[in-house]
């Protein structure tokens, strides 16, 4: 059982834990194609990884609670590779509303949505707003390789930020979740490189379908990926969000 997991814990614990104005983490992943060597979960999983290990971190100054994960996003571009999961984001902004009004309901008065996928970035920041506005209550947001982007430029080799299916990525499956790649097909895992939505410099931006970007499914280099890289991604991100968590109002 984890301490940290809202479905791991009964519900006079959730009240007691309400009444320490704990700060609620709520994962927002999506499930969709990450090439032929990772699993179509793994925006959903690291996401979650992430925030499991943070509110470890933070859990003896700070009360901290992680929901369970929204394990589907925005992910329309992705959808021509098959095995991709997509919501509208009129599904995505009432199903966050619902889960945020829950949260709220239970007693809880802090949510941090924490992104673990490029494609609802631009999005979340704005249905965070507007949820602020509809709840009453500020609704927070972060991404979790943009809190730990100073971990993820000092460790990895190849890039210098996320990707998709890449050397980061890979790595940090193959530290949390090795029995999920497909070791064999990683020697054939590359792709160009792209800049994430947030931090894309474009100066007008053009949905692009992502099989025009890469057939492979890969955007990156994962073959520079190592499990030791893996643990110490997901350690300084962890580390990043958790100091986020410490000052959180």
Not at 94 to 123: E, I, Y
Not at 129 to 146: D, K, N, R
Request: with cysteine; aromatic share 4%.
């Amino acid at each position: 059982m984890s301490p940290y997991r809202w479905n791991h814990l009964t519900a006079p614990e959730l009240r007691e834990l309400a009444d320490r104005d704990a700060l609620v983490l709520l994962p927002v992943g999506s499930t969709e194609q990450h090439g032929a060597h990772l699993p179509t979960g793994v925006d959903d999983f690291l996401a979650t990884q992430v925030c499991l290990r943070a509110a470890a971190l933070a859990g003896a100054r700070v009360p901290v609670v992680v929901a369970p994960s929204v394990w589907c996003g925005l992910a329309e571009h992705h959808m021509a590779f098959g095995g991709t999961l997509t919501l509208s984001l009129a599904t995505l902004h009432a199903l966050l509303r619902d889960l945020c009004r829950s949260v709220l309901r239970a007693g809880f008065r802090r949510v941090l949505l924490v992104n673990g996928h490029g494609g609802n970035a631009t999005a979340l920041h704005t249905l965070a707003g507007e949820l602020t506005a509809e709840l009453g209550t500020p609704i927070a947001v972060t991404s979790y390789f943009t809190a730990g982007a100073a971990a993820i430029a000092e460790t990895l080799e190849t890039q210098n930020q996320l990707m998709h299916a890449c050397e980061g990525e890979t790595s940090m499956m193959l530290a949390a979740f090795p029995e999920l790649v497909r070791r064999e097909l990683v020697a054939e895992a590359a792709g160009p490189a792209i800049a994430l939505q947030p931090e894309d410099p474009v100066p007008v931006y053009r949905p692009t379908p992502f099989e025009r970007i890469t057939p492979s499914g890969v955007a990156g280099d994962a073959r520079a990926a190592t499990a030791a890289k893996g643990e110490a991604l997901l350690d300084g991100c962890a580390r990043a969000l958790a100091g986020e968590l410490l000052s959180f109002p």
